[in-house]
Structure formats: structure tokens, C-alpha cells
């Protein structure tokens, strides 16, 4: 199914770059974009095998956490520290993604963490390599990118010898997931063109507490009082990064 997502990602990216017109990458933009998908090749394999066999509610904010300590140390070394106001958000949000992890009951290792920590490292790799294409630059790297990740994943599925074939009805949900993820990697690459590194990766790694809404509605998955004061903090975090920001 990764592979079907991957490949239904790199064709929504390249119409939206024929769309959009603009340039072809060069060399550097193109290895940049590369390194970047194979790491999120790598990062979305884990996450996707995390949550099918772990806890959804632990997978996933451990996955958004370790994704934006990576590109969040690379950005206070190359860019400084930004304003008061926006490290104290980036802080909330540090808060916030411990919060909704938190799950009652459970003792030692939860189900799916080491998944996790594979799944947050590539992404946050991702995010630290595409952050150094060409600015103005948008759905060429990422086409790149997506060819890069279906391509590795490709390679992984064949060597397994692994089933990659959905049965019919899936087929429309897998084609929207690759949209939903392609749409999200765009977005990500424009809001880092935008503004900052740090910024942009802990704000895209407050994820999971979306996911810890739509598990608890979805799969009726238990929302604490924590999890609940998570989601607050999440808020405030954004409030907080978006007035330091703007400021």
C-alpha cells in the first residue's frame, strides 16, 4: 500500500508542477531532493508499519516529536534563535506532543516506539534536506522527492517479495492518502520558504494531535485529561509561534 500512496504522490506533484510551469530543478536541487525522499521513504515506511501494528496514540506523537528536534537543532545552529514569543511556542509544542503520548496503564515499552523513532528521524531528515533546495522552488523538488521514495520503496517491496497489490475498493482511499501526503509536503516546503526551518517543522509536528481526535472518534481510542491539556497546549503553541511571527 506504501508503494501505491508513493506512486500516486509522485503523479499529483507532477501535474502540479506542469500546472504550476515552473523550471526544472539543477543538480544540487535534485540531490537535495533525492536524499530528502529517500529519508522520507525510510520515515514513512516505519510510520505506516508503526501504526498498523502499534498504538496509534503512541506512534504518532513520538514520530511528530523526534521529526522536529531534528530540524529544530539544525535551524537554531544555521539560523539563530528566533524571537522570544516563538521559542516559547516551540516549547508548548514540545509540551504539547508529550502530553497526547502519554498513555495510562501501560508499562514498559509501548507497542510501535522503536517504529516511531525510525519514523521521526527520516522525517525529520526530510525536512532538514529539502529545506536546502533552491527557494521559489516548489513541485519540482517535491516530484523529485516522491519519484526518490516510491523508488526505494519499490526496491524494498521487490526484494521481500512483499504484496503490493489493494484489493479494488481501496484503491480511491490509497490515491487520496498519496494526495493528502504530497499536498502536505507542499505545504511544508512553502511554509519553510516562507519563514523558518525551526518554525515550520514544529508546527507540522503538531500532527498528532489530530490524529489523537480522529483515533478517538474514529477507533474510540481512550482521550485523557492529558491528552486533553495536550491539545490545549497545542493551540497555545501555534497562537504563541504565529504572534512571535507576525510581530
Known amino acids: 500500500m506504501v508503494f501505491l500512496v508513493g506512486i500516486s504522490g509522485v503523479a499529483a506533484a507532477a501535474v502540479a508542477w506542469m500546472a504550476r510551469g515552473e523550471p526544472v530543478p539543477g543538480p544540487v536541487d535534485v540531490a537535495w531532493s533525492i536524499g530528502a525522499g529517500l529519508a522520507a521513504g525510510v520515515g514513512i515506511a516505519a510510520l505506516y508499519r508503526g501504526l498498523a501494528t502499534g498504538r496509534m496514540a503512541i506512534v504518532a506523537p513520538v ?19 528566533p524571537a522570544p514569543t516563538v521559542l516559547a511556542g516551540i516549547g508548548l509544542a514540545f509540551v504539547a506532543v508529550l502530553l497526547v503520548s502519554r498513555v495510562p496503564g501501560v508499562s514498559g515499552e509501548p507497542a510501535g516506539v522503536g517504529l516511531a523513532v525510525i519514523a521521526g528521524v527520516g522525517l525529520g531528515l526530510f525536512n532538514v534536506f529539502i529545506a536546502n533546495v533552491t527557494e521559489g522552488l516548489l513541485f519540482g523538488p517535491l516530484t523529485v522527492v516522491r519519484l526518490a521514495e516510491a523508488g526505494l520503496i519499490g526496491i524494498v517491496v521487490l526484494a521481500t517479495r512483499q504484496a503490493w497489490r489493494v484489493p479494488s475498493p481501496l484503491l480511491a482511499p490509497v490515491a487520496l492518502i498519496g494526495l493528502l501526503d504530497a499536498t502536505g509536503n507542499a505545504a511544508f516546503i512553502a511554509a519553510e520558504q516562507a519563514g523558518r526551518l525551526d518554525v515550520a517543522s514544529v508546527l507540522s509536528s503538531l500532527y498528532p494531535v489530530t490524529t489523537l481526535v480522529l483515533a478517538a472518534v474514529v477507533l474510540r481510542e481512550r482521550v485523557t485529561r492529558l491528552h486533553g491539556a495536550g491539545i490545549a497546549a497545542a493551540l497555545g503553541a501555534i497562537a504563541l509561534i504565529a504572534a512571535g511571527s507576525t510581530g
Do not use: E, H, N, R
Open 63 to 81: 514520530t511528530g516529536l523526534l521529526a522536529a528536534i531534528v530540524p529544530v537543532g539544525v535551524g537554531f545552529g544555521l539560523q539563530g534563535l
